[in-house]
């Protein structure tokens, strides 16, 4: 079944794939479809289609929920400098989240981490700006786990200078838990970045 998905660009939940995405790694999209099978997904939405993705495919209102989540974890990324509030990002992800980024492995702990540094340096009066944008999000919901392919962008900008561009690519599978969807596993593939300042994401 992996061999065709990687063949006719069609992802195991029946939606086709598109641009970047033709190419993503068998391995990424088994250890996807492992994690949802060993989380017990099964069953499909049954929630009417609300809207349309940027290709113009029809959406549930389910995954248009976790398409609102991913702008909104990005916002909370860009306004961290004004906020100054870690849980406002933190609060989108499941406390077993586990993620991988160019390789490397990530827990909610690591983002806690990361986010304390950046907040030590805003509040050491160090003016810096966050830039967090998602792009071209495809989601998929079956019962109450989805899985989703993604792009993303992120800029640190200390003292009106870029400090850090990071672009690429995101495979992640959420859950619902009571009426909203977090992240329990992102995996990240950086496409281009530049060895300036933060680590990105």
């Known amino acids: 079944m992996l061999e065709i998905i990687g063949k006719t660009g069609i992802d195991f939940m029946g939606k086709r794939l598109r641009g970047p995405y033709m190419n993503l790694h068998v391995g990424t999209i088994a250890s996807v479809f492992a994690l949802i099978l060993i989380q017990g997904g099964t069953g499909k939405a049954d929630t009417p289609p609300s809207q349309?993705?940027?290709y113009g495919d029809v959406i549930t209102q389910e995954e248009g929920l976790i398409v609102t989540m991913l702008n909104?974890?990005?916002?909370?990324?860009?306004?961290?400098?004004?906020?100054k509030d870690s849980v406002s990002i933190l609060r989108f992800y499941t406390q077993d989240y586990a993620g991988i980024k160019d390789g490397k492995s990530q827990t909610v702990k690591e983002k806690e981490k990361y986010l304390a540094e950046v907040l030590e340096r805003i509040?050491?009066?160090?003016?810096?700006?966050i830039s967090s944008k998602v792009l071209n999000i495809e989601p998929s919901v079956t019962g109450r786990l989805g899985w989703?392919?993604?792009?993303?962008?992120y800029k640190v900008i200390r003292s009106g200078v870029l400090q850090r561009?990071?672009?690429?690519?995101?495979?992640a599978i959420f859950r619902k838990q009571g009426d909203s969807w977090l992240i329990r596993?992102?995996?990240?593939?950086?496409?281009?970045?530049a060895p300036l300042f933060l680590n990105p994401r």
């Open 52 to 54: 349309q993705n940027v």
């Open 72 to 83: 909104n974890v990005a916002n909370a990324e860009s306004q961290f400098s004004k906020t």
């Open 123 to 129: 509040n050491s009066d160090e003016p810096i700006g």
């Open 148 to 153: 989703g392919t993604y792009e993303y962008e």
């Open 165 to 171: 561009f990071s672009q690429g690519l995101c495979t």
């Open 185 to 193: 596993h992102e995996h990240c593939s950086t496409a281009s970045r």
